[in-house]
């Protein structure tokens, strides 16, 4: 399994080799919004309450997903993000704050 630092290189070589150069920052961000809601339109309609079209039902989620994710290193590497490090310190952050208030919360038992 590749880390997201790994990830973050792969996209960029791709992005080097096939893409010419990265969309602008505001580019990409319009077309993360449209690839979560491509995400959105299949939870909607997979999971919740409205009813699937024939069309969706060969969508792939983990392929919309996949399209979210690539969006995201683009985001992060034309940003100078270093991703796996922000998610680190997210991940350690959230298991602070949350730990108890999750174990706690009786919705969820």
């Known amino acids: 399994m590749k880390g997201i630092t ?4 792969q ?5 080097q ?3 010419v150069r990265y969309f602008n920052e505001l580019t990409n961000m319009a077309q993360l ?5 491509e995400v959105a339109r299949i939870i909607a309609r997979r999971y919740g309450e409205q009813s699937e079209k ?5 969508k792939d989620l983990g392929e919309e ?4 994710l690539f969006v995201v290193l683009c985001l992060a590497n034309q940003t100078d993000t270093d ?5 680190d310190r997210k991940m350690e952050a959230k298991t602070k704050r949350d730990h108890d208030r999750h174990h706690n919360n009786s919705k969820l038992k």
């Not at 790994?6 to 290189?9: D, F, R, V």
């Not at 024939?54 to 060969?58: A, M, V």
């Open 6 to 9: 790994e990830l973050q290189g």
């Open 11 to 15: 996209v960029d070589e791709w992005i």
């Open 17 to 19: 080799n096939h893409g």
């Open 33 to 37: 919004t449209e690839e979560v809601g």
């Open 54 to 58: 024939e069309s969706d039902k060969t």
């Open 65 to 68: 997903l996949a399209d979210v």
């Open 83 to 87: 991703l796996q490090a922000a998610f």
